[in-house]
């Protein structure tokens, strides 16, 4: 049973920063396609960004580019979500995603979630 498991998640103030952590055992990381979605009232599974096995190029939802960063480590089978200058509206509950899709954004398409983690930011 592949398994995800987030954390990093928390309370934060407009402008701080914050970095969430997602392990994903049980199966080849380094062969999976990586996505963190979030969770808000205007989308269920709103896109932020994804990270390709080989290489590990990344794309990012034009909310979050050039605020926050998708990196994987296929050695520790951790991918990580590094937010900078976060802003009241990136409050969400944040869900890791894994796939054996080369490249898809479609929720649909991830075999493997994550349970969520909570991140608040406050003004």
């Known amino acids: 049973q592949v398994q995800v498991v987030e954390s990093g998640g928390g309370l934060v103030q407009a402008g701080d920063s914050l970095r969430l952590s997602c392990e994903v055992t049980?199966?080849?990381?380094?062969?999976?396609?990586l996505a963190w979605f979030r969770q808000t009232p205007r989308n269920p599974r709103e896109f932020v960004g994804e990270?390709?096995?080989?290489?590990?190029?990344?794309y990012y939802s034009t909310a979050v580019k050039d605020r926050f960063t998708i990196s994987r480590d296929d050695t520790r089978s951790t991918v990580w979500l590094q937010m900078s200058t976060l802003r009241p509206e990136d409050t969400a509950v944040y869900f890791c995603?894994?796939?054996?899709?080369?490249?898809?954004?479609?929720?649909?398409?991830?075999?493997?979630w994550g349970q969520g983690t909570q991140v608040t930011v406050a003004s």
């Open positions: 049980g199966g080849t990381f380094s062969t999976y396609l």
């Open positions: 995603a894994a796939s054996t899709t080369y490249y898809t954004r479609d929720p649909a398409a991830f075999e493997y």
């Open positions: 990270t390709l096995r080989s290489g590990g190029t990344t």
